[in-house]
């Protein structure tokens, strides 16, 4: 009898353990698993043309696509002038560009030196058209991974105001 017993127990104590020795346990926090679609087409690529980022290189033979054909700029910047483009500059483009930094999208500081006034004024009035038809403004899209610059509706001479406080940031 004590052999029945004591086989019994061995037998109960097998099935025991090799039926609950794994146990899952859940993650904390929320993740989702997915795959990617196999129907999904990739971003257009914009082919580099050089080393240097967009956002770093020197074009200032391109005037943009835009209204704007020509811009004259004096010598001595017009502080009136840059003070109204200051304002507007924080009440429509600081959500996304800081003036010294790297945001959304690029910093002023220094545009001038990278690029033609007109196209500065080009990208603030016409930036959907900049961004399809211009290589730079393209290839700066693709740099600021993909953020379009939206249209803040400003006249030429709010953008020429703009302009000018953006002389003031060199």
Not at 37 to 44: D, F, H, I, R, S
Not at 74 to 90: Q, V
Not at 135 to 141: F, N, Y
Not at 151 to 168: H, I, K, W
Request: include cysteine.
């Amino acid at each position: 009898m004590k052999i029945v017993v004591k086989s019994v127990v061995l037998i109960f104590s097998l099935l025991l353990t090799a039926c609950g020795g794994k146990e899952e346990k859940k993650k904390e926090g929320f993740s989702v698993d997915r795959e990617k679609a196999k129907t999904e087409k990739p971003a257009e690529a914009v082919p580099a043309t050089s080393a240097v980022p967009a956002s770093q290189r020197i074009d200032l033979e391109n005037k943009g696509v835009g209204p704007v054909k020509s811009v004259t700029l004096s010598p001595d910047i017009d502080e009136a002038l840059a003070k109204k483009g200051e304002e507007i500059y924080t009440q429509m483009c600081l959500a996304c560009h800081r003036v010294d930094k790297k945001f959304i999208g690029p910093a002023p500081t220094g545009i001038l030196k990278r690029r033609s006034p007109e196209w500065v004024m080009n990208m603030i009035l016409n930036p959907e058209v900049m961004v399809k038809e211009d290589p730079l403004a393209k290839e700066l899209i693709a740099e600021f991974n993909g953020a379009p610059m939206s249209n803040q509706g400003l006249t030429e001479d709010q953008a020429r105001s703009v302009l000018e406080f953006f002389r003031t940031l060199e």
